[in-house]
């Protein structure tokens, strides 16, 4: 666990209230991870951060169950929902109001390992985001997404890998 959280604070150098938060929920995972005795009282000690920190500090719903790898930066951690059976992989990164949830009960997103989700993204159903991929402020992600990929757009148009754009220069002149 304090592996993970030292991960998930050189992620997050500068920003309190996002160590704050994974302080909280990384917590939370490890009183779910093995229940004893002592991790059932310290249970009880969680579920008053989380009310406090998370639901009425930033309006944020991390459930303990979701499974995450470290290096998770949290750019404004204010309306984040995430469900409980997402997995996240190492160093994603994650913008403010950002959904992350299922669809109709048939599944929930997996994002591999160093994903941007951009402001007010929602990610719904049994989606795999592909490992480096983009995923731009406000895009609704309903089918897959390529490693490398980028989805654009309130119904997510999918773009292969980017990686690899040439971008034209612009007129001279200018």
Do not use: K
């Not at 993970?4 to 994974?22: C, E, G, S």
């Not at 009425?56 to 929902?81: A, I, Q």
């Amino acid at each position: 666990m304090f592996d993970t959280l030292r991960q998930d604070f050189r992620a997050n150098p500068d920003d309190q209230l996002a160590r704050l938060v994974l302080v909280v929920f990384r917590f939370g995972q490890w009183t779910a991870a093995r229940p004893t005795v002592a991790r059932r009282i310290c249970g009880l000690g969680y579920r008053l951060l989380n009310l406090l920190v998370l639901r009425l500090g930033v309006n944020s719903d991390l459930p303990r169950e979701l499974s995450c790898g470290p290096g998770l930066r949290l750019f404004h951690p204010y309306g984040l929902m995430l469900h409980r059976g997402a997995r996240l992989g190492t160093g994603v990164r994650l913008y403010h109001h950002v959904t992350i949830g299922c669809r109709d009960h048939s599944g929930e997103p997996v994002l591999d390992d160093g994903v941007v989700v951009g402001a007010g993204a929602m990610i719904l159903g049994p989606v795999r985001v592909g490992s480096n991929a983009r995923i731009a402020a406000g895009a609704l992600v309903l089918d897959d997404v390529p490693a490398d990929g980028l989805a654009l757009g309130p119904r997510a148009t999918i773009r292969g890998p980017v990686a690899g754009m040439v971008r034209s220069a612009p007129p001279a002149g200018r």
